[in-house]
């Protein structure tokens, strides 16, 4: 059986500022994992996804996350947010023969 | 399709009518998700479909609910005797296999369910 866990429910952070989301998971196998974001009234997209290789993950938007199999965790960080950057993200983990398995969301505002 | 439809985008229905959501999703993907979205909350889980396997309901939250998928083509999630605590978004997903290197998600927009 697989589970996320994203730690902060809400991360409030001024523009500019440096921001860390938080992603630990649990998983008997191999794992996949993946970051969605959800603007306000709009589906969800891929923001990153780790599948194998390098363990630093870019993906859209200035968004990076790192793959830590001793602390089974995906954290996702951005060096210098803006505004447009407000929206909830997802962390997900699958695996072989698994579904994909979602956190609850962490919401990220950004404030002027 | 270029990505997963669904449709209507918003329903809006009476409680006790019941209502028929749909997902048209990703050609050649077979797998397909559904969840529901209550306003301000995250995703819950309501059902799995892989290929021509038994679905996955442990989502499914009581027996009104019920949802339908003919091999890798479009699903239709059913609500009966709507409640307002039924009104949320619901969400469709498909990806290209079950597991591994292909379990990455494309969703729709979403249908937006008002009971009233």
């Known amino acids: 059986a697989q589970s996320v866990t994203q730690l902060d429910s809400q991360v409030p952070v001024f523009e500019e500022a440096p921001v860390e989301l938080r992603c630990n998971y649990s998983?008997?196998?191999?794992?996949?994992l993946f970051w969605y974001v959800q603007y306000p009234n709009q589906g969800l997209q891929l923001l990153l996804k780790y599948l194998s290789g390098s363990t630093l993950v870019k993906g859209i938007n200035g968004f990076e996350a790192e793959f830590n199999k001793s602390q089974t965790s995906f954290h996702l960080r951005k060096p210098s947010v803006h505004i447009s950057d407000t929206a909830e993200y997802f962390c997900?983990?699958?695996?072989?023969?698994?579904?994909?398995?979602f956190g609850k969301g962490t919401l990220l505002t950004v404030n002027p | 399709g270029a990505g997963v439809s669904q449709s209507p985008s918003n329903k809006v229905t009476e409680k006790g009518k019941d209502v028929e959501l749909r997902c048209d999703p990703i050609s050649g993907h077979t797998a397909l998700y559904w969840y529901r979205q209550r306003l301000g909350q995250g995703l819950e889980f309501l059902i799995y479909f892989q290929g021509n396997s038994a679905p996955d309901k442990s989502g499914l939250p009581s027996d009104r609910f019920s949802a339908e998928r003919t091999g890798e083509s479009v699903s239709t999630l059913t609500i009966q005797r709507t409640q307002q605590e039924d009104s949320a978004v619901y969400l469709c997903?498909?990806?290209?296999?079950?597991?591994?290197?292909?379990?990455?998600?494309?969703f729709g927009q979403g249908t937006r369910l008002t009971v009233v």
């Open positions: 998983s008997s196998v191999s794992v996949y």
């Open positions: 997903a498909s990806s290209l296999a079950a597991g591994g290197m292909n379990t990455e998600a494309f």
């Open positions: 997900a983990v699958g695996g072989s023969n698994y579904k994909l398995t």
